[in-house]
């Protein structure tokens, strides 16, 4: 069976009106550039995916932009017999590949 155009263009246009609406409310924009303008000061930023249950739409996905200075372990120590290695809040396995993060609560400058 094959699908007209006009009905694929039609789909297409009402996705892209719900993702326009979900984007705004969402803040997507403002999120975006603060991770772009912490990846050309810093070199890199942080994206926290999560569920948002306030959400009003279908998908419940949000997310958070973090600068690199967050990601911290503010009771680093080093743990000789820990099956992770922690380097500043980045969590290495035996292989050196991350397998989680540390994040402080609020940004370092905040706290001083």
């Avoid at 292989?95 to 994040?103: E, Q």
Wanted: charged share 30%; glycine share 4%.
């Amino acid at each position: 069976m094959t699908v007209a155009i006009k009905d694929r263009d039609a789909d297409a246009e009402i996705i892209q009106r719900k993702f326009t609406k979900w984007a705004k409310k969402r803040h997507l924009g403002k999120k975006m550039r603060v991770a772009r303008q912490a990846q050309l000061r810093d070199g890199e930023s942080f994206a926290v995916f999560h569920g948002n249950k306030s959400n009003a739409f279908p998908v419940q996905l949000d997310f958070t932009c973090l600068e690199s200075e967050m990601c911290q372990d503010p009771t680093y120590e080093v743990m000789k017999d820990s099956e992770y290695q922690n380097v500043d809040g980045i969590f290495y396995d035996s292989n050196r590949n991350p397998v989680k993060y540390r994040f402080l609560k609020e940004h370092p400058a905040a706290l001083s």
